[in-house]
């Protein structure tokens, strides 16, 4: 899918970033049980999209980390303050 037609597909039948960014609040709770005892957890979102998942998690981690394969969405990401590795996630992931 393109870019153009990837976001508005997002946007249409997903909802908009701050609708989804509000209804991720129902994981705090699991999201403070997953890092309680870790002393430095890390987040990594693998087809992050537009970051709302990265974003509802960047202060409860040390470190967050997005994997986009869609250059669009990834710089949607970087706009809004999120760290995103651009490419595909296998090659990514061989990284860590």
Do not use: H
């Not at 976001?7 to 909802?15: A, I, M, P, Q, S």
């Not at 991720?24 to 005892?37: R, V």
């Amino acid at each position: 899918m393109d870019s153009d037609n990837y976001l508005d597909f997002e946007n249409k039948f997903r909802g908009n970033r701050d609708k989804i960014y509000n209804l991720f609040s129902s994981y705090d709770p699991l999201i403070e049980i997953a890092i309680e005892g870790k002393s430095s957890p890390v987040l990594v979102d693998i087809g992050c999209g537009r970051g709302e998942w990265l974003q509802r998690c960047k202060n409860k981690f040390d470190k967050t980390v997005g994997i986009e394969s869609d250059p669009y969405m990834a710089n949607i990401c970087r706009d809004n303050g999120l760290f995103v590795i651009e490419g595909d996630a296998v090659d990514e992931l061989s990284v860590f």
